[in-house]
């Protein structure tokens, strides 16, 4: 392996961590954002790789990764995840993108759902017989277009809804994502702004009897600060990400990547993710990745096995993390193009 290439991915990697530092000097609002399942990965190749292809998705993968990567998509591709998330949680993904002359159209949606929970409360903390429901949903429209040969754009306009019980929240959010793809060992350099929009404020029955029941107390302030927790506005989780990739060996028949990123949230501390990716004749992938400022989270791993049949494509991938105290994750996807 040519030993002038790693030295120059790990430069750049350093740079970035250096980036990250930088990032992470300012005050963290841990927690403050709503919508966080909007955060998670939804398919495994980004899962196994700790989040580091900003600048290696391509297609129908690009409307969660970065938009700008849905340029690449050749022909029509159907992305189909399903993530076994935290604390018997499942998020689902659907995702198709069709090319378009120089650019893709995409349209996706994601579901995190969960079981019917029993209610509890101060008197009966055992159960009350009555039970709630919860779910988060985005429904997206992508398009993603070559500037020039070696340079795309893109951006999703996305709905988001969340609902707990009888109370529920919506709004509208945008994503914006760039690649630009150099000839020197396919080195490409990735950034995407995601999440930018209105706030969430939830509304329903529970939500708006609350100032009645509180006058009916018989507790009164000038100033009541119960009244402004009853229906605060909360901003979705905006990210800010840069990432690099290169192929540091590229022979016939074996490409090893490196990948990285940077992530800069408007609700936790700046983090970090690195990523390898061997694949032998474009039909396997191993695949491993670290993550660098996350609490519960650090190492992952995946596989992947790609066919093509009378001009279809085939792609079968898996992804496998550990939340430590919170559990273990696992990824399934299966993606098609023809």
């Known amino acids: 392996m040519n030993t002038t290439l790693l030295r120059i991915f790990f430069l750049m990697m350093l740079s970035v961590m250096a980036f990250t530092v930088a990032l ?3 005050f963290s609002n841990v927690g403050s ?5 909007l955060k998670i990965p939804v398919e495994p190749v980004g899962a196994s790789l700790a989040g580091s292809i900003v600048a290696t998705s391509r297609g129908a993968d690009g409307m969660y990764w970065n938009p700008g990567a849905l340029a690449f ?4 591709e159907v992305l189909v995840s399903r993530v076994n998330w935290i604390l018997d949680t499942r998020l689902s993904h659907l995702g198709i ?6 650019g893709a159209l995409g349209i996706s949606v994601t579901a995190l759902t969960m079981e019917e929970m029993e209610i509890t409360t101060e008197t009966q903390p055992n159960g009350t017989s009555a039970f709630f429901n919860a779910g988060s949903y985005a429904f997206g429209l992508s398009y993603g277009v070559k500037i ?3 340079f795309s754009f893109g951006g999703t306009a996305k709905y988001v809804y969340e609902y707990i019980w009888e109370t529920h929240g919506s709004t509208f959010a945008f994503d914006f994502g760039s690649v630009y793809v150099t000839d020197f060992h396919n080195l490409r350099i990735g950034m995407r702004l995601v999440n930018f ?3 969430m404020t939830f509304r329903g029955t529970p939500i708006d009897e609350k100032p009645s029941v509180i006058a009916q107390s018989g507790i009164s302030y000038s100033y009541d600060p119960r009244l402004d927790r009853i229906a605060p506005e909360y901003p979705l989780p905006q990210l800010f990400n840069v990432g690099i990739s290169m192929d540091v060996l590229a022979d016939e028949g074996h490409v090893l990547t490196m990948s990285s990123a940077v992530t800069d949230a408007n609700d936790n501390v700046a983090q970090l ?3 390898v990716e061997y694949c032998w004749n474009n039909m396997i992938s191993v695949r491993a990745g670290y993550k660098s400022g996350y609490d519960d989270q650090d190492l992952s791993a995946g596989l992947g096995f790609r066919t093509e049949i009378e001009g279809i494509r085939t792609q079968l991938d898996f ?3 550990s939340f430590e105290r919170l559990g273990e994750t696992t990824f399934l996807a299966l993606r098609i193009g023809i």
């Open 97 to 102: 993108a069709h090319q378009i002359g120089d």
């Open 73 to 76: 998509t050749e022909g029509t």
């Open 197 to 199: 929009g209105g706030n």
């Open 319 to 321: 992804a496998y993390a």
């Open 273 to 275: 993710g690195f990523g």
């Open 148 to 150: 020039i040969d070696r």
């Open 24 to 26: 992470g000097q300012g």
């Open 33 to 37: 954002a709503s919508a966080n399942f």
